[in-house]
C-alpha cells in the first residue's frame, strides 16, 4: 500500500490490521482499556466530522495539551484527514509559553485531558478570545470531547462524502502538523510539517525496525514531542500495540505488566535503569554478589563487531543465563530493542545493555527534521558504531560545512517556522541546506559524531574553545551527578555548577555518618565536597589540559522541567542557569556584583 499522506495509516489499519484488539491501550483505575482497529477507524472519522459539524474548515488549527493517551491519535488523524492542523503542546511549559504558541498559532479548539491540566491552563486561556476547550475527561467548567464524537457520529450522511472530497484534495506536501520547540532562550518557534515530511521519516525508520503486528511498544515520552510522535507512526505502520503510560513513576510496573518488546528512551531514563540494577546488585550478598559483579564487569567490556575471542563468549553465555537474563526480565523479558535519542548515551551504558541482550540504539535530529536525520541501524550490525548516532538515514543527505555544523537536505526537512520568515532564513540556505546548530565529524566516513552545539561552545580568555557538553556527559556518568553545566566564557579556566543525585547522596551521607538538615547544608559538608571532588578528578583524567574542570560548585535544587533549568527535551536551559545561580558563579572567578 503506497502512504503519502498521514492519515493513509488508517487505511492500512483497515485493510491490512482489521481485526486488531489493541491497537492502543491505557491503563485507568489499574486496568488497561484497550481500542480497536475499528475503534481507531470509528473514532478518528467522527473527529473529522464532529469538527466540521462546528464549523471548522481545512486549515484551522486545533491544539492539544494533554499526556500520551490513545485519544491523542484519534484526534491527530481526525485533524489529518479533515486538512485541519494539529498545534501539539507540552502540559509542562510555562503559562506564558502556552499562551503564546495558543495566540500565535490562532488555535480555534484545545483538547486538555484532565481537571488538573484544565485547572493549570485556565488562567492562560480566559484570555483569548473565540477559543473553545473540551476535555477527554469531565470537566467542571467544559464540555466533554465526547460530544464532538456525538456530533460527528450523528452527522455522518451529512459529512461523508465532504469529508472523502478533502481527503483526495491534501497533498503530500500540505501543512499537517505544527510543533512548537521550547528552546533554550525566546519564544517557541513554530516548526511547520507537512505529511511528506513526517511520514517520509516515519516510513524510513519502520523499515528500518524488526517488528509486526504481533509485537508491543510501550510510550511514555511525550506524544507533542515530535520524536515519540513520530516513532508511533512507525510504529503503527508496522501494526505494532501501543501501550501509553501517563504516571512515569509506574512504568516499571507497566513494563513487567505489559512485556514490551520495544520503546523509545531518553540517556536520562536509560542512566537510571543501570543505577536500579547496580543499587540491587549492591543489595546482594556472598557468593551471588559477586556473580552479579563479575558479569557487570563481562558486559563492560562488551564491543560490537571485534571478534572477543572463544573465552570472552563462553563467560558471556555464563553470565546471561545466571544474571543478564534476570535483569532482561526486569524489563519484561521481551525486549527486542530500544530506540534512544535526545542527547548523548554514554559508552559504557552502551556496552552494559548490549552485553546483557537489551541492544539500544541512537539516533538524532531535530523538530525541524521531521526528527531523524541519522540512526545506528537494527539490520545491519556493521552499520552501528557505539558512541555515534549511526549512519544518515536512506533518503537524508548530510554534510560537514566546514566550521563543523551539520548541515542536512531531504523530505523530512520543515517547510519552515510559522510567521516567521526571518529564522527561517537564518537556518535555511539558498541551496536547500538546513543548518542544524550541532557541530559533528565523520568516522570511518559514514558515521556521525556529535561533539556540541554550535552556539553553546565558548572561548577562554586564552582564546581556547571549549565544548560543554563533552564535559557535561563525561561528568553526568558518575551516580552522584544528576546535572552538570559548564563555565568559563571569557575566564581563564572552566568551571561547573552541577545539581546532585540526592538520593544517592544521602545514602552516601547515611553511610558515612554525616549529619545535614536538608541539601543546602548537606552540599556545603567538607565530607560531601571531598567525595564530589574524586568525581570531578576522574573527569578531568579523560580531558585536555584546556578542558580541565579548575572550580565546581554544587547547587542545592534538583533541575527539572518544571522548576525551569531544563526544557521539556532535558536540554540544559543555560541562561535561566546563568540568572539563577549568578552570585555563584561570580563565586568561582571572584568577580564584583
Known sequence: MNLTRLFDILDLYRYSYPDKQDAFARNEDGHW??????????????????????????????????????????IDMGLAQAGMVHVPIYPTLSRDDQKFILEHSESTILFVSDQGLFDKVNPVISGINDLRVYGFSDLEDAPSWNEILELGKINQTKWREKLHEIKKSIQPDDLMSIIYTSGTTGNPKGVMLSHHNIL???????????????????????LCHVYERMMNYNFQYNGVSIYYVENLGK????IREIKPHVFNTVPRLIEKVYDGIVAKGKDLTGIKRKLFFWALEIAHKFELNNGHGFMYEQQRKLADKLVFSKWRQGLGG??????????????????????????????YGLTETSPVIAVNDPRDRRRVKFGTVGPALDGVKVRIAEDGE???????????????????KEVMDEEG????????????????????????????????????QVIENILRESSLIEQAMVVGENEKFASALISPNFNYLHFYASKHRVGFRDNEELIRKPEIIKRMQKEVTRANKRLGQTEQLKRFRMVCDEWSPQTGELSPTLKLKRKVIYDKYDSVLRGIYGHES
Open 33 to 74: 482499556k484497550k481500542y480497536t482497529t475499528q475503534d481507531y477507524l470509528d473514532f478518528s472519522d467522527w473527529v473529522s466530522m464532529g469538527l466540521l459539524e462546528l464549523g471548522l474548515n481545512r486549515g484551522d488549527k486545533v491544539a492539544t495539551i494533554t499526556p500520551n493517551r490513545p485519544e491523542w491519535n484519534f
Open 334 to 363: 521481551h525486549i527486542k530493542l530500544m530506540v534512544s535519542g535526545g542527547s548523548a548515551l554514554q559508552k559504557r551504558l552502551l556496552q552494559v545493555f548490549w552485553g546483557a541482550g537489551m541492544p539500544i540504539y541512537e539516533g
Open 200 to 222: 517520509s521519516n516515519a516510513l524510513t525508520t519502520g523499515d528500518m525496525l524488526p517488528l509486526d503486528h504481533t509485537h508491543r511498544a510501550l510510550s511514555f515520552l511525550p
Open 406 to 424: 551539520i548541515l542536512c537536505k531531504g523530505p523530512n526537512v520543515m517547510m519552515g517556522y510559522f510567521k516567521n520568515a526571518q529564522e527561517t
Open 251 to 254: 512504568i516499571a510496573d507497566f
Open 433 to 468: 541546506w538546513f543548518h542544524t546548530g550541532d557541530i559533528g565529524v565523520w568516522e570511518d566516513g559514514i558515521f556521525v559524531r556529535i561533539t556540541d552545539r554550535k552556539k553553546e561552545m565558548f572561548k577562554t580568555s586564552s582564546g581556547k574553545y571549549i565544548a560543554p
